[in-house]
């Protein structure tokens, strides 16, 4: 099983890591994600395959490279370096929220148990847990807090406002 | 006071029960040390020289004399009978078990108190003016805001992980009593200078520790409404760009630093235009619903004299000393702010003990309204007292050992744990502190020098605010001895400025003649008994002090 969680659920990975596109190289079938710099140079190729596609950001690069593309993409994969390393907290919630991202934004790196909560919430829904994770014992870490105060990617409005 | 909702109380439950399981994965080998250190410090809870050290916010420094008598209860339950009042307003115990704090998060969480995101690198608890709502030269009470940002700040998902610890100051009025430009955030509530609209000033980049700064004013008005969506735009930029490639550079400051103010303040800027209209912008309802727990108490209507009160101001010179120094007037005829100065010679500054926490909150119900609060120069304030109840109070205050008359005066100290409790010290500062307090522990040299702040710390972190202080000590450790560095001229006020090194460092047996050498100089050559240390330095400059010290 892989270690990865969707929407909630223990799930298995589609999706394969492609870098090397080189020229004359035949690309893959299959649901792949390329990195940025790829994408960038190769986006009009790697469209013509039949499908789906997904890129992969930085976590110091600026999710608006991708605002105009983001219709034709189906998943964007954001790092974690190590898990003290929040940025890509903001990348996620740019990504839903202002550029209105429908597809997988998803974790990889560092991601554990007590970080999902707040990855949930930014707007992040596909999960690569770390090896020593175990996806389906993390479940619950999803529902350990059952109240937010401010808005995010999965609420609107702040607690004080909600309530009335 | 704010009072919890059920959706408050149920994140508190919701967050112990988190907690227990956190320490139950670590104790059975499923979280490595290094992770549960990062859940673990969410919590306030440090691993330390001796023992664990767990610190409580008491969010704005405000607390309830129920919350108190809770704190005395876990001082004497589960620490070793006190706890120790910090320069942002929390309360620190040394000597928990990790297996016991579950518990007493519990028992806090009965109380509306926490630990939640008491250290990590996270917004931290908001910090405040201690006279807020009391105060005669308030605009604003700034309370209603820190409960704002209290609520906007608790477990944001965006921000939990920043480059590094993140600390908001608000303050309401004139004077600056919550040191609003060593900050990471500093805000001061300002009228607008074109309509009666009330807004901030916003400081953003100030800091002590190894490079201290004052934050640079990057907006001078922002309307009340824009609060909250102003601050996301700063620890957006800040969680995007902040340097997370040394610890010592990841603080705002050095961003603001190093990428200029006026790029700073537009980098924020262009974000906030993107947010500025979105859930976080204030409203009107928004306002009145949180002002509504802020609201005056019913005061009694009194005149502003009292015949005992006058008597025993002519009769007793120990009751007169003690109103001079320690007591503030309130914007209330008939009342008066009090200082509990928890600066004697007995006791490490800011330690109190279980039984003088009882005895304070019953103090504070008898006579205050059942309010206390913590400043950040580790002292407590009882807010409401009746002119009338002050000679009953001090004799209270006196037999608790609570009432030197030295608020903001000599052996008024501010002081970190230095080496005697904290792991990463090079120096010791407590016994510094305690023996700077023995030598000038005569009032009318304490009365003569006037108003004056020393602030001590055990190394570079800063912990004490040396380096705002008027004369800052700074203990380091030089080939294997103890020294201490003089640093004068400092202010955390609303004239805030980082005070310089004077020269070579003393060691321990003569820093506190050195001090006096330097209290001497300033005696010598004042204008008058009212300019203060202060501004006498500020005339005379380094030199006098450099001579009189180096010769
Ligand atoms: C006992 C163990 C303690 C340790 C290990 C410790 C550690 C540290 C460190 C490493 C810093 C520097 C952080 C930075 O540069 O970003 C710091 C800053 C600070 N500490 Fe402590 N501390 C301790 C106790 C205290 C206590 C008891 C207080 C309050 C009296 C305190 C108040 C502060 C404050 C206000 C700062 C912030 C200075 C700034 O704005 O940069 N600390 N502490
Ligand atoms: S200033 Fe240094 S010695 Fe003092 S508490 Fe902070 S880290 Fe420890």
Known sequence: MDNYIKDRKVDSNEWMPFTGLEDGDSLPTGDIYVPLEEWLNARETLLTRNGRLGVALRNTDDPAIIKDDLERLDLVVLEFPKMADGRAFTQARLLRERYGFKGEIRATGDVLYDQLFYMQRCGMNGFELRDDQNASNSLKAFDEMTVTYQPASDEELPLWRRNK | ?551
């Open chain 2, 1 to 551: 006071m704010y009072q919890y909702s059920e959706q408050d109380h149920q994140l508190l439950l919701e967050r112990v029960s988190q907690f227990r399981g956190q320490v139950a994965r670590r104790l059975k080998g499923e979280l490595s040390e290094e992770e549960f250190k990062h859940q673990r410090l969410r919590n306030g809870l440090y691993l330390q020289l001796h023992a664990y050290m767990l610190r409580v916010a008491i969010p704005y420094g405000l607390l309830s004399s129920e919350q108190m008598r809770t704190l005395a209860h876990i001082a004497r339950k589960y620490d070793k009978g006190y706890g120790h009042f910090s320069t942002r307003q929390n309360i620190q115990y040394n000597w928990p078990k990790l297996e016991d704090v579950p518990d007493i998060l519990d028992d806090l969480a009965k109380v509306e108190m926490h630990a939640i995101q008491t250290s990590g690198n996270c917004i931290r608890n908001t910090t405040s003016d201690p006279l807020a709502g009391v105060a005669r030269d308030e605009i604003e009470d700034p309370r209603p805001y820190c409960e704002l940002i209290r609520q906007w700040s608790t477990f944001h998902p965006e921000f939990n992980f920043l480059p590094r610890k993140f600390k908001i100051a608000v303050s309401g009025a004139t004077q600056d009593r919550a040191a609003v430009a060593v900050h990471d955030i500093g805000l001061r509530l300002v009228k607008s200078k074109t309509s009666e609209e009330i807004g901030f000033e916003v400081y953003v980049g100030g800091g002590l520790g190894r490079t201290p700064m004052l934050g640079k004013v990057i907006r001078a008005f922002l309307p009340k409404q824009d609060m909250l969506t102003y601050l996301e735009a700063i620890l957006r930029v800040y969680n995007m760009l902040g340097r997370r490639d040394n610890i010592y550079k990841a603080r705002i400051k050095i961003l603001v630093h190093e990428t200029g103010e006026e790029k700073f303040r537009e980098l924020v800027e262009a974000e906030w235009e993107k947010i500025k209209a979105g859930g976080l912008y204030l409203k009107e309802e928004d306002f009145n619903w949180v002002k509504g727990f802020f609201n005056d108490p019913e005061y009694d209507i009194l005149p502003d004299q009292d015949a005992d009160f006058e008597n025993l101001m002519l009769s007793n010179a120990d009751f007169a000393r003690w109103v001079d120094k320690n007591i503030e007037l309130h914007k209330q005829s008939g009342y008066r702010i009090v200082y509990l100065s928890l600066k004697t010679a007995h006791q490490p500054p800011g330690d109190v003990t279980a039984d003088q926490m009882d005895a304070i909150a019953d103090l504070a119900d008898k006579y205050s309204l059942g309010h206390i609060r913590t400043t950040h120069r580790q002292n407590l304030v009882l807010s409401d007292v009746q002119l009338k109840d002050l000679p009953a109070l001090w004799g209270e205050l006196k037999a608790l050992d609570l009432a030197t008359p030295n608020y903001n005066h000599v052996t008024d100290i501010i002081s970190c744990p230095g080496l005697d409790y904290c792991a990463l010290a090079t120096a010791r500062s407590i016994p510094i502190s305690q023996a700077i307090t023995a030598r000038f522990d005569d009032y009318d040299f304490i009365n003569d020098l006037g108003d004056v702040s020393i602030n001590i710390s055990g190394c570079i972190n800063a912990c004490g605010h040396h380096h705002v202080a008027n004369i800052g000590i700074l203990g380091v450790n030089k080939k294997g001895t103890e020294v201490y560095q003089l640093t004068l001229g400092g202010s955390a006020r609303e004239d805030a400025a980082i005070g310089k090194i004077i020269g070579p460092a003393f060691e321990a047996d003569e820093i506190v003649d050195a001090v006096s050498e330097v209290l001497s100089v300033y005696l010598e050559n004042r204008e008058d008994p009212e300019e203060t240390f202060l501004t006498a330095y500020r005339r005379l400059g380094p030199a006098l002090f450099k001579e009189r010290l180096y010769g």
